[in-house]
């Protein structure tokens, strides 16, 4: 309980610092996305004005003979930030005002708006004075609103519906819209999403004509009985009417219920029955899916079926429109998404724009829809004064909750309510557990911030590692010091709502997760954070574009390029974590042993047989396809797996490597992809990769002209040993490299318990590795070069050597690496570098690919023969760090335009990665347009890589994928190629 003297003399605040929800508006209730009722969307050109304070204009504006003729133009919906007024400014956890709460600082930025708006012909019959209301879908932070000079109310909570009665105030022309918005408010204090603080109305704005005997509310309930497949409906409305269901044949009254044989909806099969709500006043029309939502037995289940998550955390972000997205970015979203295998969203950290809901019904999406609310700055304060616990914010609480489940409590896509993020614990959560559970006993509840589960249904937790994600599938994790609430909660099911964050190269281990998902019934999946990058467009004087995070608008508070980290570049681009994740989460599993000639397939989805895909397989030799053909697979049910042979192996021409890729696809063409769209896939080794073989005699080792040795087509300096020319090609001399510019993950999060390895590599000078040449000894068909690889100020070393032999066309070289002192860190990156000539352009290779992998990424990655220009083998990670290389690369080529070139193999496969600039200037680059092309293409040889992980804000780099510093040998031949040489042997 608060201090009595404490208490806030509320109405002495101004309306926007009191914690008071909103004042004048209407009950929450369904949003509907059209009905038969007239509507007029008042988005457009509005006139607009900013004051630095909240009270440094006079509301005189809002009265028609304010003259705004001195008024900037600025679109509605939008951010104003975004239009050249003020700036964006990002920040985590912090608030970037003091924790005052509910006070906010006297600079407050407040946009006045401006619009004059018509009645359309035939609005309500042609007569005003009917009754109307006007929308506002989602306006940051806080709102007081006029019409026609008369003063409405006043709302907060950014991100959730506020409607006014406005009827009689209209006419038919010349109506004139005043809307007073405040960047901060109370609300603020409840809206501390980890993303860029972005005033504005930012969502639609609309008149809804209201006629008499109009639909005010109503309430779908849709539920499945999976036991005998019926379904049953009952619509709650208000004023009552009928709803009819013409496939069902269904005529019904609002109230009624009615049992008939349904198919069910669900994500996999997002069946949905049209039909209209009719009352007095208004029709309606509705898309209802069947479904019921349950926890049985531990397991959240839909339809009598255990789910599986395979999800994604969305915030709504577009680069240049800020939170402000448009319907057709909504359905790209969505669409990228089923593309993806992704089948579930977690809203976070708010409700989405409400069309979005209707998307996921109609695509078929699992929902967690999440309250507006985070008081994660409160943290920081040791929770002191957090509002989930001071009654006196429990309206403003309970207002949300309100608004989001009245909103869309209609959408058989959401499965589940969030209260809310990141809040800590209190009895304000409690408060909104228990009204939304009486107002919709039919879904159950999430929130991930009270460990006790209290008040949710689902134990969910963020960034919990691999081995606790174990334990919590045994239901064996560490109990909860109240013997019920254990009991409780380890009778839940689990999911993880945020982890694999996907910020920057990554994030890794995604593979590891999905085995416990799909090893452990409890386990029911989880939702990548997150995912999109929030970079703000930008571009240079000369219009290149590059991409704005935290601290490049002058914050004086920010957490830099935390905002970016999703699946998807700004642009939408899918980064290679989303081609990553798409191959860990495929619901058809392939296996089976391609030596023997069989594949076993496994469906793995939780309600579709396979009767939409089709199956193919192919048979390649050293990546090029010998033989393909159709696989009969039959229609398995969810669950079901059967082993199959495959045809006999064609004769190949020439020997070599041979593998079976069998790949699973759409047979025809869905709402989200088209017939061929790939689904899964795996390849299954036949015939091993041949080791390296040299041809003809050894070469002698000779001395050249110059400084220079000379074996086979090579050429070294005398005094280092190191390789200077190759059949004429000049070379940067290859050398020992430990060095990769560290990765959001390697650095990992200050509050990271365990080691952050990027930090401990710069401690250890690992960025400036000297290399003492100990040896250079001629034999007579070798040369071998013993160097020192160390750090300054350090006793560790590489002990390397280098032994070059040679034979008619080509130069091999065998590295030896012997760790010297005891390495406290697993190492970046273990292999050669060298540099080539900048005209070596484009790449080709036999490996994995197309995209970048890294051991802990690689799932993704395929065996075959890629082509692309070096420039196309970056990654462009907002905040540049290691990227690009490729896996289990047999042989790689780089060449010219004229054809001629370079070619490495390699014993085992290598990573390769080309790039024109060094890691040393991708470490230095701050952004993308950092990054300039310098004088040499350079090229990483490496035998080993270092994981990923995802310690930016989750566990760091699983043990089988660190690359421990230890003694490692390799072998790497090097030759140039021909013009069209048919090089490849
Ligand atoms: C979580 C939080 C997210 C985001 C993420 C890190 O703690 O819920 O909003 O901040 O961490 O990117």
């Known amino acids: 309980m608060s201090n009595p003297q404490d208490v806030l003399a509320e109405r002495d605040l101004p309306y926007y610092e009191d914690v008071s929800p909103a004042r004048g508006t209407l009950p929450p209730r369904a949003w509907f996305a059209s009905s038969d009722a007239a509507r007029l969307c008042l988005n457009g050109i509005w006139r607009f004005r900013l004051s630095p304070t909240a009270t440094a204009a006079d509301d005189s504006f809002a009265h028609r003979e304010f003259d705004v003729s001195g008024w900037d133009e600025l679109p509605v919906p939008a951010h104003w930030v975004l239009h050249g007024h003020g700036s964006p400014a990002y920040t985590n956890t912090p608030y970037p005002f003091p924790v005052d709460p509910p006070h906010l600082p006297t600079e407050n930025p407040t946009g006045d708006h401006r619009f004059t708006f018509d009645l359309p012909p035939g609005w309500g019959g042609g007569e005003t004075g009917q009754a109307a209301v006007l929308r506002f879908d989602g306006v940051e932070s806080c709102a007081r609103v006029w019409l026609n000079g008369q003063e409405l109310g006043t709302f ?119 039909a209209v709500l009719e009352t007095d006043g208004e029709r309606v029309p509705l898309r209802i899916g069947f479904r019921t939502v349950a926890v049985q037995g531990g397991v959240l289940k839909v339809n009598g079926r255990r789910i599986l998550f395979r999800g ?9 429109h800020g939170r402000a997205v448009d319907l057709e970015t909504m359905r790209r979203d969505l669409l990228l998404m089923k593309q993806h295998n992704i089948n579930a969203v977690r809203t976070s950290h708010y409700p989405p724009h409400p069309a979005f809901l209707d998307l996921c019904d109609e695509l078929g999406l699992w929902v967690i829809d999440e309250c507006d609310l985070e008081t994660h700055g409160f943290h920081a304060v040791g929770w002191r004064g957090n509002p989930v616990d001071d009654e006196r914010w429990t309206p403003a609480l ?102 694999a964050h996907a910020m920057g190269n990554g994030p890794g281990g995604l593979s590891e997760y999905q085995r416990l998902f799909e090893t452990y019934e409890r386990c029911q999946g989880g939702f990548v954070w997150e995912w999109i990058d929030h970079g703000i467009a930008r571009h240079t004087g000369d219009g290149e574009s590059w991409y704005a995070y935290g601290g490049d608008f002058g914050e004086e508070l920010h957490d ?17 974590g989303l081609t990553e994740y798409k191959k860990v989460i495929e619901p058809v599993r392939i296996g089976g042993d391609g030596r023997a000639g069989t594949v076993r397939i496994a469906n793995g989805y939780d309600f579709a047989d396979l009767s939409g895909l089709s199956f193919h397989w192919s048979y390649e030799v050293e990546g090029l396809a010998v033989g393909h053909g159709e696989l009969a697979v039959p229609p398995l049910g969810p669950g079901e797996s059967t082993e199959l042979k495959l045809p006999e192996p064609p004769a190949p021409e020439r020997p070599g490597e041979a593998l079976w890729t069998v790949r699973a696809v759409l047979a025809g063409d869905t709402d989200w992809a088209g017939a061929g769209h790939e689904i899964a896939w795996a390849q299954l080794p036949a015939v091993p990769h041949p080791p390296l073989t040299s041809s003809g005699a050894p070469a002698l080792l000779r001395q050249g002209e110059g400084n220079l040795f000379v074996l086979g087509r090579g050429a070294f300096d005398t005094a280092t040993g190191e390789l200077r020319y190759l059949d004429g090609f000049e070379i940067v001399p290859p050398r020992l490299d430990v060095w990769r510019a560290p990765t959001d993950n390697d650095e990992g999060a200050e509050w990271q318990p365990d080691a952050r390895h990027g930090t401990i590599w710069r401690r250890l000078g690992l960025h400036r590795m000297r290399h003492r040449v100990v040896s250079v000894r001629e034999g007579e068909t070798e040369l071998v070069v013993r160097t020192r690889v160390a750090p300054a100020a350090t006793d560790l070393g590489l002990d390397t050597a280098f032994r070059w032999t040679a034979d008619g066309t080509a130069l091999r070289l065998d590295v030896s690496v012997v760790p010297e002192g005891d390495w406290p860190c697993p190492l970046p990156r273990l292999g050669v570098r060298l540099g080539v000539c900048t005209s070596l352009g484009l790449a080709e290779w036999y490996g994995g690919g197309p995209g970048e992998a890294y051991p802990d990424t690689r799932a993704a990655s395929r065996i075959g023969r890629w082509t692309l220009p070096v420039d196309a083998l970056q990654t462009p990670y907002v905040r540049p760090q290691e990227n690009g290389a490729r896996a289990d690369v047999r042989w790689a080529e780089l060449r010219r335009e ?6 490495v193999e390699g014993a085992p496969a290598f990573w390769f990665t080309a790039r024109r600039w060094t890691s040393e ?36 780099v699983l043990p089988q994928h660190r690359l421990t510093a230890a003694p490692a040998d390799f072998s790497l031949t090097f030759r140039t190629v021909e013009p069209d040489a048919g090089s490849r042997p």
């Not at 994604?312 to 680069?319: A, C, G, I, S």
């Not at 589960?453 to 174990?470: F, G, K």
Request: with cysteine.
């Open 560 to 576: 830099g390029n935390f905002v970016c980290d999703g699946l998807l570049f700004p642009d939408r681009t899918p980064s290679p």
């Open 312 to 320: 994604v955390n969305r915030h709504e972000f577009h680069p240049e």
């Open 898 to 903: 004229d054809g001629m070139g370079l070619r």
């Open 921 to 956: 200037d991708l470490d230095a680059a701050a952004h993308t347009t950092d990054l300039r092309p310098g004088g040499a293409v350079w090229v990483n040889l490496d035998h080993g890589l270092h994981g990923i992980g995802s310690q930016s804000c989750g566990p760091g």
């Open 156 to 274: 907060k909570g950014s991100r959730l519906p506020h409607e006014f009665e406005v009827g009689g105030l209209l006419r038919p022309r010349g109506n004139l819209l005043a809307v007073r918005v405040h960047q901060w408010s109370s609300g603020s204090y409840l809206e501390d999403q980890d993303q860029w603080w972005l005033p504005g109305i930012f969502r639609d704005v609309t008149l809804l004509h209201r006629p008499e005997g109009a639909v005010r509310d109503f309430f779908v309930h849709a539920s499945y009985d999976h036991a005998d497949g019926t379904g049953t409906l009952r619509v709650e409305a208000e004023p009552g009417g009928r709803v009819t269901v013409p496939e069902l044949g269904l005529d019904l009254a609002t109230g009624e219920s009615a049992t008939v044989p349904v198919e069910p909806w669900s994500a996999e099969i997002p069946r949905l029955y049209d």
């Open 398 to 499: 309970l207002d949300r909750a309100a608004r989001m489940v009245e909103r869309d409590k209609n959408h058989p896509s959401v499965v589940l309510w969030s209260l809310g993020n990141e809040c800590g614990t209190g009895r304000g959560l409690t408060a909104m557990a228990r009204w939304i559970r009486e107002r919709d006993p039919a879904r159950p509840l999430h929130y991930e911030g009270d460990l006790s589960c209290a008040d949710v249904d689902v134990y969910s937790r963020m960034y919990a590692d691999h081995a606790e994600v174990e334990r919590i599938g045994r239901r064996a994790e560490a109990p909860w010091a109240d013997g019920e609430l254990d009991a409780r909660r380890r009778a839940m099911p689990f999911i993880l709502c945020e982890y």
